[in-house]
Every structure is written in C-alpha cells, then in structure tokens.
C-alpha cells in the first residue's frame, strides 16, 4: 500500500473512531438514542451542501490562490533566465536577423506601453516568421556563450516550475537542444550548407520562441513591477540606444 494511500485511510479511520467515541459519550449522558439519531438525520440531509462548498467553491478558491502564487514564482524564474541568458541570447541571434529593423521599429520604445500597444506587437508577431542570415550569425561565439551557461540552463530544467508554463516549457527544450547541437561540433568555421542550412533551423526556432516571451515578460513587468520594467527597457535588446544609465 502507497504511504500517501495508508496516511489516508489512516486519517479516515480516526475521524470514524472519534465520531463513535462522541455518540458513546452522548448516549451515556442523556441516554436518548432518539435524540442522538434525529440530530444525525438532521445532519446528514445537509451534507451534500457542505461537500458543494467545501470541493467546488472553497478548494476552487484554494486551487486558484496557489496557482497564482506558483505562477510568481515562475516568473521570478523567467525574469532569472532573461536577465543572464535570454537577453543576451537575443541580442546575438537578433544581429543574424535580415529583418531586425522592424523588430526594432515595434519593439524599441516601450517605456509608455499600453496593453493595446503590447497587443498590437503580439499580433505581428504572430503573423509574421523570425528569420536568421547563416552568413551573419557568429557560431563560434553562439557556442561559447551557451556552452558558458550549461549549468545554467540545466538549473532551469531541473525546476518542476518551469513544466507548468507550455511556452516557455517548448522555449527551453527548443535552447538546449541548440546547445547540444553546437556542442557536438567541433569545427564550425568549416560546416557543410546541408548542416549550416539545418543550424539555421535550429537557431530560428530558439529565436521564434524567445521574442514572444521576452515580449510576454516585459508586458507582466510593466503591469506588476514597474521598477523591473525601467531596467528591463534600459537594457532592450532591440534599442541600439539603450543604456542602463539613467540619463
């Protein structure tokens, strides 16, 4: 038997034993079995009420309450990764993008956003496909600045937290398997087109997957942490501008 289950019955039989030993009571002292069972009928017509409220509305309000906070505490694992890796990782991956201008036209004031401006970029995003140069991205220092951070990424994996938020669940699987392809080459100056053409890939769906999450972060931080958001912006990815001196 599962401990959890014997822990179960285990508690299931004490409160039995407990309710026999108070009816045991009751019946030495006022000696009415009548009574005793006119209160228990009573009782038990009220017991499909009480099981409504305590499993669907108050263990709702329960669930609901916990689900918040372990979402906090993801996020304060989110804004760990972007702030040591995955905003450095954009800026790198963003210098190979042909198309990084427009990305840095929508994307690089973001000091005054509204939710409708925060919208507005989702939905291009969506409808539009992050794309990567081979020919301008520098594999070399891509395998340096991931391999530095391995343990990193591993300490992300390793928290149960992270499986609980799909996107950034499939934004992670999507880096470390990057990682491992870099990893296993150890000439990259010297690669094939079928396999720089296969990288390429690669390399598109980390960044497909990073810059809606960075976007999904900084939109959280504005609303929730302002101060976070300030910082956040003065290191913008897509601000050649960007300063974290506050001027």
């Excluded at 401990?3 to 508690?11: A, G, P, S």
């Excluded at 505490?73 to 989110?78: A, E, G, R, W």
């Excluded at 990764?81 to 973001?110: H, W, Y």
């Excluded at 398997?177 to 390429?200: C, G, M, Q, V, Y």
Aim: charged residues 25%.
């Amino acid at each position: 038997m599962k401990e959890e289950t014997r822990w179960k019955l285990l508690v299931a039989l004490a409160l039995v034993t407990v309710t026999l030993f108070l009816m045991t009571i009751h019946l030495l002292i006022y000696r009415d079995p009548n009574h005793l069972f006119m209160y228990f009928l009573g009782d038990l017509v009220f017991v499909p009420i009480e099981v409504l409220c305590v499993t669907l509305i108050i263990d709702e309000m329960l669930e609901s309450r916990e689900k918040q906070q372990r979402m906090e505490k993801l996020n304060m694992v989110i804004g760990i990764f972007f702030s040591r890796f995955g905003t450095p990782l954009i800026a790198r991956l963003a210098n190979a993008d042909p198309c990084v201008s427009r990305l840095q036209k929508e994307m690089a004031a973001g000091a005054d956003w509204t939710a409708d401006r925060f919208r507005t970029v989702r939905a291009g995003l969506d409808g539009s496909k992050c794309t990567i140069d081979p020919a301008r991205a520098d594999l070399e220092s891509l395998q340096g600045f991931l391999l530095n951070n391995e343990d990193f990424l591993i300490s992300i994996v390793e928290n149960p937290m992270v499986f609980e938020h799909e996107s950034f669940t499939e934004l992670i699987f999507a880096v470390t398997h990057f990682a491992e392809e870099l990893k296993a080459r150890s000439d990259l100056a010297n690669l094939p087109p079928t396999d720089i053409a296969h990288l390429r890939g690669d390399m598109e769906r980390v960044y497909s997957r990073l810059v809606p999450e960075w976007l999904k972060y900084m939109e959280y931080l504005k609303n929730h942490y302002p101060y976070l958001f300030s910082l956040a912006m003065r290191q913008n990815p897509f601000d050649e501008k960007a300063s974290v001196i506050v001027k």
